[in-house]
């Protein structure tokens, strides 16, 4: 086998010291971390609180109070005073350019503590530095685009059209008014970001919900945004599970519109939740990536890019490459770079220079792709790489090994969404095996085709069932276009950084006039 390409690298830590402002946040003099509600910090009516730790070290970072109804309650209330003020100068009413500046503003802190909000997603959330500098620089970008749109697509009365002789109709675009983004673990800095953003502009007033997991970033910023200047009520911090304080908030009838990221089971919880009561949902709810290589594809350097995605933030990333369809002619030498690539990945602390594969997020998690990794094996995947506990010297954090196995067109042994280094190889025949393999899931988030052949790969990529399909790249996101699944990975909504997902945190109505009918 050819020597593979050194330039294609996974994802790698560079040394990272943990900042002093950092520390002295997360200690928070000796107190419990509280919820932000109206601008104040509050520990909350249940008196409880859970421990955020460091996947890799098992070390408790810090307390955070957990919200419970009456705290969702009063976050709404507050929502609500603020979006309407005393009925003409409310956050509604605020001109888009005052939006913006306070915007920009916050962005400019976040700047000024980079290094705080990297350890946030270093530490809290287990990342190599290599992957939190991006997820970081998503805030500035993201804040940036929707101040554009903002100032491009007004608010208020909208396009005209005669509708009788005596009668003109008109839309009217309105934000909903309170709004509520439940973030996952995986990316805090990025999906607060990409939700906070775009409701604000549009007008709303949020509730964040971050995850139980990694709850600093967002209670962070929304320090941040107290200092930037927003007033109370415009952006509340809510943490808690999501079985409880996630809940509350799915049940509020004050919230009208709820952004969620998450599984599918806990998603289509929530969207019946929210039925009861008429709250609109936008959700993107995972994957089980699928990725199709041509017989002319360069097997050595696809195999590691594909490699490279499959290992991205060490597969807990939702269109992570899990299912590779390879064309028999080149299965064999992708197989063995594929081995190489994922033999050669370090395996270490995340803070550590040259680490590429750490610790995933919780024990729980852990146990899950242990049993999945097993799981393959019972229903026929033959191992390339078996996977199992990994040890790191020094640390007890939750560390696993890859798993790579090979499958045939008649074996299914990876059904799920497995967060983590985890894929299956499946030799096909031909492109239509390989479409209709692909395809055979309910999820429908990524997909992309590896060929030399670009126009194939583009009719090919048409025809996968997801949502973003690529060719010869993969989990690639560029403002205005939309990022969204099908299937169970997600629904209404036109997902985020575009246009539409502006309009999303809208409510359109039509208006209509009528002359007044004379005696």
């Known amino acids: 086998m050819s020597t593979a390409s ?122 190599v ?74 007008g709303n007033c949020v509730l964040i919900k971050p995850a139980e997991d990694t709850p600093l970033s967002a209670l962070y910023i929304g320090k941040l945004a107290e200092e930037a200047g927003f007033p109370p009520g415009v952006i509340n911090v809510l943490p808690g599970r999501g079985e409880l304080t996630g809940q509350f908030m799915a049940e509020h009838p004050g919230i009208r519109y709820i952004s969620f990221t998450g599984s599918p089971g806990v998603g289509q919880h929530i969207l019946r939740t929210c039925d009861r009561h008429g709250t609109r949902m936008k959700r993107e709810m995972g994957g089980n990536g699928a990725a199709i290589v041509l017989e002319d594809a360069d097997p050595q350097a696809v195999a590691r890019m594909i490699g490279r995605h499959t290992n991205q933030h060490f597969g807990q990333t939702c269109c992570t490459i899990h299912r590779v369809f390879v064309a028999q002619k080149i299965a064999d030498d992708f197989i063995d770079a594929q081995r190489e690539f994922f033999s050669d990945l370090k395996i270490g602390y995340q803070a550590d220079e040259g680490t590429q594969l750490g610790a995933v997020i919780n024990s729980t998690q852990r146990s899950r792709i242990l049993a999945a990794q097993k799981e393959a094996v019972t229903r026929g995947g033959q191992p390339i790489l078996g996977g199992g506990a990994a040890e790191v010297e020094g640390r007890e954090g939750f560390y696993i090994k890859p798993a790579i196995y ?43 085709v590896w060929t030399r052949d670009i126009a194939r790969g583009v009719e090919l990529a048409k025809q996968f069932r997801d949502g973003t399909c690529q060719v010869n790249c993969h989990n690639t996101i560029a403002y205005g276009l939309p990022y969204a699944g099908q299937g169970i990975s997600g629904g209404p909504g036109a997902g985020v950084n575009c246009e539409e997902t502006f309009t999303d945190y809208t409510e359109l109505k039509a208006i209509y006039v009528a002359d007044y009918p004379d005696a």
């Open 406 to 448: 090979r499958a045939s067109p008649d074996v299914n042994c990876n059904p799920a969404e497995v967060f983590h280094a985890f894929a299956t190889i499946c030799p096909v025949s031909d492109t239509e095996q390989a479409l209709q393999l692909a395809n055979s899931t309910p999820y429908g988030l990524g997909a992309s």
């Open 129 to 202: 530095s290599e992957l939190a500098e991006g997820d970081f620089a998503q805030i500035r970008a993201t804040a940036e685009y929707f101040c554009d749109v903002a100032k491009r697509i007004p608010l208020g009365d909208g396009s005209k059209l005669q509708v009788a002789d005596n009668i003109e109709g008109y839309t009217y675009r309105e934000p909903w008014g309170v709004v509520a983004g439940i973030i996952p673990w995986n990316y805090p800095i990025v999906l607060t970001s990409w939700f906070i953003f775009p409701a604000l502009l549009s």
């Open 6 to 127: 050194t330039e294609i690298q996974a994802l790698t830590a560079v040394q990272f010291t943990t900042p002093k402002k950092f520390l002295k946040f997360c200690h928070n003099d000796g107190k419990p971390h509280g919820g932000i509600i109206n601008g104040q910090s509050t520990r909350g009516s249940m008196n409880a609180t859970f421990e955020t730790i460091d996947p890799g070290s098992l070390e408790t970072l810090a307390t955070i109070c957990e919200m419970g109804q009456d705290e969702v309650d009063l976050a709404v209330s507050a929502g609500q005073q603020a979006f309407h003020g005393n009925g003409n100068n409310g956050w509604r009413d605020l001109p888009v350019e005052e939006k913006c500046a306070l915007v920009m503003k916050l962005v400019k802190l976040c700047e000024r503590d980079r290094d705080a909000l990297l350890a946030c997603e270093i530490r809290d959330g287990g990342k």
